[in-house]
């Protein structure tokens, strides 16, 4: 069964600060991988893709992907009160029928 | 990114009525579409996928006469909950998937508050 883990949190970061979001996939045919951020009442919107083993870099978020370890995490420059939410790691397979979500982190930037 | 809209926004019905939410592409057309429910602070909950033009897939666990989908052209998806009760009281959120410039990323519409008295 294929599984997306994340630590549920929360994770406490002062403003400023990088916050590092962390997530791991149990399936190796994994091929596409997305972070999501989810705030409180609202549905998720998608804040950044990765599809290649490496960094990918976009404003103050960075994602990074090492498909031989498993494991995408997603970097927050410069950490706001305004990212404080719920991040959701989600995985999808080329031609896949499904993605696969994690349980989600949360994340509290304090002022 | 792509556009998915969802309406109604929140809905307050009595016991035993039905409530259609519709789910509609607006810049892509989706072949597959998909249905969750998330209950507060809990995580999203796939309940089905909608396909254009056939049946949907429905989660195991998931009442298929009770959320009736119906998936009729390549920019909308409606999910029915057919004589709602208290317990089906829930956040409801579609999303889409747009396959342009490669990947298969998902865009979600803005949720559907239900809540059934």
């Known amino acids: 069964q294929k599984e997306v883990e994340q630590n549920s949190g929360p994770l406490s970061v002062p403003e400023g600060a990088i916050a590092s979001l962390n997530c791991t996939y149990s399936?190796?045919?994994?091929?596409?991988f997305f972070w999501y951020r989810q705030y409180s009442g609202k549905s998720p919107e998608l804040i950044m893709f990765?599809?290649?083993?490496g960094d990918k870099e976009d404003g103050r978020f960075t994602a990074q992907l090492n498909k031989a370890s498993q494991y995408v995490s997603l970097l927050i420059r410069d950490s706001q009160p305004s990212d404080s939410a719920t991040y959701l790691c989600?995985?999808?397979?080329?031609?896949?029928?499904?993605?696969?979500f994690g349980a989600g982190t949360r994340l509290f930037v304090k002022a | 990114g792509a556009v998915v809209s969802q309406h109604p926004s929140r809905v307050i019905c009595k016991s035993g009525t039905s409530v259609k939410i519709e789910c509609r592409s607006l810049?892509?057309?989706?072949?597959?579409m998909f249905w969750y429910r998330q209950f507060p602070k809990k995580s999203l909950m796939l309940m089905a996928t909608?396909?254009?033009?056939?049946?949907?897939?429905?989660e195991q666990g998931v009442e298929k006469d009770k959320f009736l989908i119906n998936h009729a052209s390549l920019t909308l998806s409606t999910l029915t909950v057919t004589s709602a009760h208290p317990e089906d009281s829930s956040f409801y959120i579609c999303?889409?998937?747009?396959?342009?410039?490669?990947?298969?990323?998902?865009?979600f519409g803005s949720g559907t508050q239900l809540s059934v008295l």
């Open positions: 999303s889409a998937r747009d396959q342009e410039g490669g990947g298969e990323k998902l865009f």
């Open positions: 399936d190796r045919g994994s091929q596409s």
């Open positions: 990765i599809y290649s083993n």
């Open positions: 989600a995985v999808s397979y080329t031609g896949g029928f499904k993605t696969i």
């Open positions: 810049d892509f057309q989706a072949t597959t």
């Open positions: 909608s396909n254009e033009g056939s049946k949907a897939t429905y």
